[in-house]
């Protein structure tokens, strides 16, 4: 069982946001996946069951998690978390959140219907391969070994994915090895001997 944790005391560096992206990745890809939310603020909890839902919980997790804020020397916080767990605590039964309650049902981001249309999106690498092979046709070649490396993931991953990007990828193939193929016969004419 593999542990991964992210963790660094700045904040807005995209802490929860990688967390709440590489476990749907890692979802996709089968893999189990446990999501510890420690952030006071509940971001990632925010994210994926929305802010009521979060804040709508049990009143003695509330106060837990006031626990850690104050002995940080963050009062306000905690506080807030205190007022938030006492309101949840006093309000009658007939208001409480039924269990598994969720504010706004989410689906993990491959579960959203495409975008443009119902048309699944062009694959990035495509782009990236017949852009750089493109560019080769102008630079003498430079850039044409990785449009051919590009060019062939991008084939590969739009057969698996179902994206669009095909022809784009076979271009950036093309012009790499086209371009390729004169630098072979450039270095082939400079090797012969002179006729002189």
């Not at 893999?31 to 994210?47: E, F, T, Y």
């Amino acid at each position: 069982m593999a542990v991964v944790t992210l963790l660094n005391q700045k904040g807005g560096v995209g802490k929860t946001s990688t967390t709440h992206h590489l476990a749907g990745t890692l979802a996709l890809m089968g893999r189990r996946v446990l999501l510890l939310d420690n952030d006071p603020q509940a971001s990632l909890s925010q994210g994926l069951w929305g802010p009521v839902a979060a804040r709508g919980s049990d009143p003695a997790a509330m106060r837990n998690l006031a626990a850690l804020p104050t002995g940080q020397g963050r009062t306000a916080e905690a506080e807030s978390w205190n007022r938030y767990a006492d309101a949840i605590a006093v309000r009658p039964a007939a208001y409480r959140q039924p269990a598994g309650y969720h504010a706004h049902p989410t689906r993990p981001p491959h579960a959203y219907p495409p975008a443009h249309g119902g048309k699944p999106p062009v694959n990035s690498l495509a782009i990236y391969a017949v852009s750089m092979g493109a560019v080769g046709l102008i630079t003498c070649g430079l850039p044409s070994i990785p449009a051919i490396v590009a060019g062939h993931i991008a084939w590969v991953r739009v057969r698996r994915s179902g994206e669009r990007g095909l022809g784009l990828a076979v271009t950036g193939i093309a012009l790499g090895w086209i371009m390729v193929a004169f630098w072979a016969l450039v270095a082939f004419g400079w090797s012969l001997p002179d006729e002189t």
